[in-house]
């Protein structure tokens, strides 16, 4: 099995920073994608940023300038640099990742969700 463990998300004012991280860990072959995506109270939840192997990245149009996803191959980590933090981005963070396991099977996994919360 894999497990995906976020960490980082907390309570910032308008225009702070927050890094969130995502470890994975487990019977893990290969990892072929990793992202982030967050829902907010009565939304959908919606990409925020993904990449696979760490050169081709995609971002919400809502966090370009403003996040950078980046990630550890080595580690299997992926994390979330998110500066000039609006209150529109307060959301519960989920991380997710494209898994090829040991016995060569893809499944797609979710952490556990961080929040982040912006407000003066």
């Known amino acids: 099995q894999v497990q995906l463990v976020e960490s980082g998300g907390g309570l910032v004012q308008p225009g702070g920073s927050l890094r969130l991280s995502c470890a994975a860990s487990?019977?893990?072959?290969?990892?072929?994608?990793m992202g982030w995506y967050r829902q907010a109270p009565g939304k959908q939840r919606e990409l925020v940023a993904a990449?696979?192997?760490?050169?081709?990245?995609n971002y919400a149009d809502s966090v370009k300038g403003r996040f950078t996803i980046s990630r550890d191959n080595t580690k299997n980590t992926v994390y979330l640099q998110m500066n000039s933090l609006k209150p529109e981005d307060t959301a519960v963070y989920y991380c997710?990742?494209?898994?090829?396991?040991?016995?060569?099977?893809?499944?797609?996994?979710w952490g556990q969700g961080t929040q982040v919360t912006v407000s003066s």
């Open positions: 997710n990742a494209d898994v090829l396991t040991l016995l060569r099977n893809a499944n797609n996994y």
């Open positions: 990449t696979t192997s760490g050169v081709i990245v």
């Open positions: 487990g019977s893990i072959f290969r990892i072929n994608a």
